[in-house]
């Protein structure tokens, strides 16, 4: 009796023994993975919020991206139509019309008793971007001696027209004739230029800017004339290109002149060209209707 009492006491330890294992068993290997699953549960919903944040920035970028056009580059005739839109004296001339243009500017001496008349000393010829084409002393002919340099004005001297220094004088014209044909002429005060020069040129091909009316002064109004009074080239160059020539105490510089009537003709040369165009065909109208009345 005694040992089978004792048997079934160790039996009820055993399983006692066993029954806490079993619990202690659960309580790691159930209770823990449960707690692993929550701690995954809980790091996916922020993966994918991550995710989710990620996703909306590319969107949004590429939304940005397709909202950027790319700027379309000017086709020719935007640019052309964009040159027209502007006004004229602001449009860029091609390098053809460029060469239409040409602004002289002469120096003189003085001959004869006094030295009143005058004679071509100097002659300066620039293009539309202001280089160079002539610039050269003139020799005066022998027949009329100079007796009045003008140096204070034309800063001409008497070694400056030495045989082997000056250009003879039938020479320079014929070389200013070639330059000038088919050309617009621009300078101040052209008609002495022209006469000492010895040579014309077309009217509708003159650009005078101590002619043109706006550069001009209005009429005193105690003067017997009303016509308007051509302006010093050295006074237009001041108010209207803010720049001072002529400086007092200093002689006259050609080619700085001619260069300043060339600049105040491009200032205006929209309104400029407008008139002179009304002109020319005026002018043409009243030569057909000449033409026609002399017919009958």
């Known amino acids: 009796r005694i040992s089978l009492l004792d048997a079934t006491a160790a039996k009820v330890n055993i399983c006692n023994e066993t029954a806490i294992q079993i619990q202690n068993t659960t309580e790691e290997e159930i209770i823990t993975p449960k707690k ?59 390098l053809e019309e460029q060469g239409r243009y040409v602004a002289l500017d002469c120096e003189f001496v003085g001959v004869g008793p006094g030295g009143y008349e005058s004679a071509l000393a100097r002659v300066s010829l620039v293009d539309w971007n202001n280089a160079v084409l002539l610039d050269t002393h003139v020799r005066v002919s022998e027949e009329t001696p100079v007796t009045d340099y003008r140096t204070f004005v034309s800063g001409v001297r008497e070694e400056h027209l030495l045989p082997d220094v000056a250009m003879e004088s039938e020479k320079c014209i014929a070389i200013v004739k070639k330059l000038l044909q088919g050309r617009i002429l621009v300078g101040h005060g052209l008609k002495n230029d022209l006469t000492v020069l010895g040579i014309t040129h077309p009217w509708y091909n003159t650009r005078d800017t101590a002619k043109y009316e706006p550069f001009m002064k209005k009429a005193k109004k105690d003067s017997t004339s009303t016509l308007p009074r051509p302006r010093k080239l050295k006074d237009l160059a001041l108010t209207k290109l803010d720049r001072v020539i002529q400086k007092e105490g200093e002689s006259h510089c050609s080619i700085e002149d001619s260069i300043a009537a060339l600049d105040l003709y491009k200032k205006t040369r929209g309104k400029w060209e407008k008139a002179m165009e009304y002109k020319v065909g005026r002018t043409q109208e009243i030569e057909c209707d000449q033409a026609m009345f002399d017919e009958e």
């Open 36 to 94: 692993q699953s929550q701690v995954r549960n809980n790091v996916s919903p922020t993966k994918s919020k991550s995710k989710g944040v990620k996703n909306n920035a590319t969107s949004t970028k590429k939304q940005k991206n397709k909202n950027k056009k790319s700027p379309k580059k000017k086709s020719k005739k935007q640019k052309q139509k964009q040159q027209q839109n502007k006004p004229a004296e602001q449009q860029e001339l091609t």
